[in-house]
T-cell receptor
Framework: GQSLEQPSEVTAVEGAIVQINCTYQ??????LSWYQQHDGGAPTFLSY????GLEETGRFSSFLSRSDSYGYLLLQELQMKDSASYFC???????????FGKGTTLSVSS | SQTIHQWPATLVQPVGSPLSLECTVE??????LYWYRQAAGRGLQLLFY??????ISSEVPQNLSASRPQDRQFILSSKKLLLSDSGFYLC??????????????FGPGTRLTVT
């Protein structure tokens, strides 16, 4: 089977840096994706790592270590609008469907 | 550009009533389509996905069903709703094939309350 583990909650202050970890167990690996979901809204795609290393997109970066079955999302210069839930996801071995983690709720305070 | 539509935005239905949620995608051909359900404060549960017209893979063998009558139309149905069917239903699409399956685009969702 496939499963993903991520912390349920993270808190931080504006301007800080926060890291949201994700560990996964898969029978085949096709990359790790990250999604953001604001309260009441739909998830939106943030980033994707197929290979080891760091991918940077503005204030957000995502890291992957395939040997450790581990990845993280790094959010820098936190803003109040970054308060949201963040999900990691892996593609199923067969087909195109993604399996999502249970999500990490990030609360940013001033 | 691509757009995904879902309706209705909110729905309140009595237990035992039928359900039909519709999702359409514009601006792309042969998309992979997905239905997810999200309980309050929880993660995304994959319900169904489809890689083509009439091709439905089911992840949840309960009282829900899905159909894809047209290339860019995906319908979620139930003959008799249960209280446990309450939740936030999200339709999503990804580009044809598996190469970009990691990037899914979600509709605005339908918030269903079964009373």
């Amino acid at each position: 089977g496939q499963s993903l583990e991520q912390p349920s909650e993270v808190t931080a202050v504006e301007g800080a840096i926060v890291q949201i970890n994700c560990t996964y167990q898969t029978s085949g690996f096709y990359g790790l994706s990250w999604y953001q979901q604001h309260d009441g809204g739909a998830p939106t795609f943030l980033s994707y790592n197929a290979l080891d290393g760091l991918e940077e997109t503005g204030r957000f970066s995502s890291f992957l270590s395939r040997s450790d079955s581990y990845g993280y999302l790094l959010l820098q210069e936190l803003q109040m609008k970054d308060s949201a839930s963040y999900f990691c996801a892996v593609r199923r071995q067969a087909g195109t469907a993604l399996i999502f983690g249970k999500g990490t709720t990030l609360s940013v305070s001033s | 550009s691509q757009t995904i539509h879902q309706w209705p935005a909110t729905l309140v239905q009595p237990v035992g009533s039928p359900l039909s949620l519709e999702c359409t995608v514009e601006g792309t051909s042969n998309p992979n389509l997905y239905w997810y359900r999200q309980a309050a404060g929880r993660g995304l549960q994959l319900l169904f996905y489809s890689v083509g017209i009439g091709q439905i893979s089911s992840e949840v063998p309960q009282n829900l069903s899905a159909s894809r009558p047209q290339d860019r139309q995906f319908i979620l149905s139930s003959k008799k709703l249960l209280l446990s069917d309450s939740g936030f239903y999200l339709c999503a699409w990804s580009h044809f094939g598996t190469t970009r399956a990691y990037e899914q685009y979600f509709g605005p969702g339908t918030r269903l309350t079964v009373t």
